[in-house]
């Protein structure tokens, strides 16, 4: 059974900075890419980040290039997103998914169930 748990959103101050994680159990990681979506009330979700577990490629999506990062520990099978320089637009639901990659959701079989991140102006 996959499970993808994230934590880590939460409020903060436009310019600021959040880490949200995305704890994987039941996921072979090899054989994955992990992603980081995005939903805001009333919008579509959208591509924030990836990261294939072999080679370490990462891409962003270009709202977000520059300003937030994403890694991955495989030893703790724990994939990470650093915002940095955060703006209101970035207030959304953020979700963690595992899959075959690309900037696609439907591409992603597995979801976490989110953790909100809100930023103020």
């Known amino acids: 059974q996959v499970q993808l748990v994230e934590s880590g959103g939460g409020l903060v101050q436009a310019g600021g900075s959040l880490r949200l994680s995305c704890a994987a159990s039941?996921?072979?990681?090899?054989?994955?890419?992990m992603g980081w979506f995005r939903q805001a009330p009333g919008k579509e979700r959208d591509f924030v980040a990836a990261?294939?577990?072999?080679?370490?490629?990462?891409y962003y999506a270009d709202s977000v290039k520059g300003r937030f990062t994403i890694s991955s520990d495989n030893a703790k099978n724990t994939v990470y997103l650093q915002m940095n320089s955060l703006k209101p637009e970035d207030t959304a639901g953020y979700y963690c998914?595992?899959?075959?990659?690309?900037?696609?959701?439907?591409?992603?079989?597995?979801w976490g169930q989110g953790t909100q991140v809100t930023v103020s102006s």
């Open positions: 998914a595992g899959g075959r990659g690309g900037t696609r959701g439907a591409n992603y079989d597995y």
């Open positions: 039941g996921l072979t990681f090899t054989r994955n890419t």
């Open positions: 990261i294939t577990w072999t080679g370490q490629t990462t």
